[in-house]
């Protein structure tokens, strides 16, 4: 089993920064990926930003420049910073774990909001 628990999320003003955690722990490969992915309200679920084993990552247009994922694959630990928060980037954060299966976290909600 996998199980993936997310922290870091809350109220931001635009312009500021977070920064999330998701703590992965079970059968964990060093094979497969896991990113970030999030959900507005009454909007479909979307890739924010994926990291692979070998260090390589790819990122949403939208958060391009402004947020980076990083991972320590030894503690099976992977961050997002978000900085120059917007309040269009208002979700629910998600961490997933693929395999073929997709694996996810409950989800921490980032708030931008003055």
């Known amino acids: 089993q996998v199980q993936l628990v997310e922290s870091g999320g809350g109220l931001v003003q635009p312009g500021g920064s977070l920064r999330l955690s998701c703590a992965a722990s079970g059968s964990i490969s060093r094979f497969y990926p896991m990113g970030w992915y999030r959900q507005a309200s009454g909007k479909q679920r979307e890739l924010v930003a994926r990291i692979y084993r070998s260090g390589s990552t790819n990122y949403a247009d939208s958060v391009k420049g402004r947020f980076t994922i990083s991972s320590d694959n030894a503690k099976n630990t992977v961050w997002l910073q978000m900085n120059s928060l917007k309040p269009e980037d208002t979700a629910v954060y998600y961490c997933?774990?693929?395999?073929?299966?997709?694996?996810w976290g409950q989800g921490t909600q980032v708030t931008v909001s003055s």
């Open positions: 997933n774990y693929y395999t073929g299966v997709d694996y």
